[in-house]
T-cell receptor, first 112, second 115 residues
Framework: GENVEQHPSTLSVQEGDSAVIKCTYS??????FPWYKQELGKRPQLIID?????GEKKDQRIAVTLNKTAKHFSLHITETQPEDSAVYFC???????????FGTGTSLTVIP | EPEVTQTPSHQVTQMGQEVILRCVPI?????FYWYRQILGQKVEFLVS????????KSEIFDDQFSVERPDGSNFTLKIRSTKLEDSAMYFC?????????????FGEGSRLTVL
């Protein structure tokens, strides 16, 4: 199956600083890469996604970059706020099957 | 905005008992999924379902698990004989397209506690 690795597992930043979370994947045929945010006790919710025909996508304070050659993609959060504190998961699909594999998650804490 | 709904939100059961978790996917979606999340761990794929049959399943999805779409709206996960290690949050998800193109929409989850 798809092997998705995510780093770091925990991340603490001061409010206003930037946060970067990185994921690598193994299936070179994957071409859709979402990021999910999960607050404590809640369901994962999509915050941004990118398809393989672009290298970067931005939505206000959130951006995702994709390097298909190196098979990694990153989540960038700028001007972090306390409400950004959550667990973030990347995911990548297995091209030959109908399933997403999730990374191990990054617990982000934004310190006011 | 349409969303995936799941019942029950929390179920407590004795080891060895059968459990059925229910989901109503978004109505125009074609692909359905069950995922599991043990407390504090990552979201793990169990099974995907398309065109009234299982399209993919993981190693976790062994013979004690089954899925069914008994009517046009419900999608169920049955655990035949629960074990302590089945305690987890179970998320149902649906998508309009397959996983290489489409967003997964998750339900709120069903927390299963096996005693």
């Amino acid at each position: 199956g798809e092997n998705v690795e995510q780093h770091p597992s925990t991340l603490s930043v001061q409010e206003g600083d930037s946060a970067v979370i990185k994921c690598t994947y193994s299936d070179s045929a994957s071409n859709y890469f979402p990021w999910y945010k999960q607050e404590l006790g809640k369901r994962p919710q999509l915050i941004i996604d990118i398809r393989s025909n672009v290298g970067e996508k931005k939505d206000q304070r959130i951006a995702v970059t994709l390097n298909k050659t190196a098979k990694h993609f990153s989540l960038h959060i700028t001007e972090t706020q306390p409400e950004d504190s959550a667990v973030y998961f990347c995911a990548a699909p297995l091209r030959t099957g109908n399933q997403f594999y999730f990374g191990t998650g990054t617990s982000l804490t934004v310190i006011p | 905005e349409p969303e995936v709904t799941q019942t029950p939100s929390h179920q407590v059961t004795q080891m060895g008992q059968e459990v059925i978790l229910r989901c109503v996917p978004i109505s125009n979606h074609l692909y359905f999924y069950w995922y599991r999340q043990i407390l504090g761990q990552k979201v793990e794929f169990l099974v995907s379902f398309y065109n009234n049959e299982i399209s993919e399943k993981s190693e976790i999805f062994d013979d004690q698990f089954s899925v069914e779409r008994p009517d046009g709206s419900n999608f169920t996960l049955k655990i035949r004989s629960t074990k302590l290690e089945d305690s987890a949050m179970y998320f149902c998800a649906s998508s309009r397209e397959d996983t290489n193109t489409g967003e997964l929409f998750f339900g709120e989850g069903s927390r299963l506690t096996v005693l």
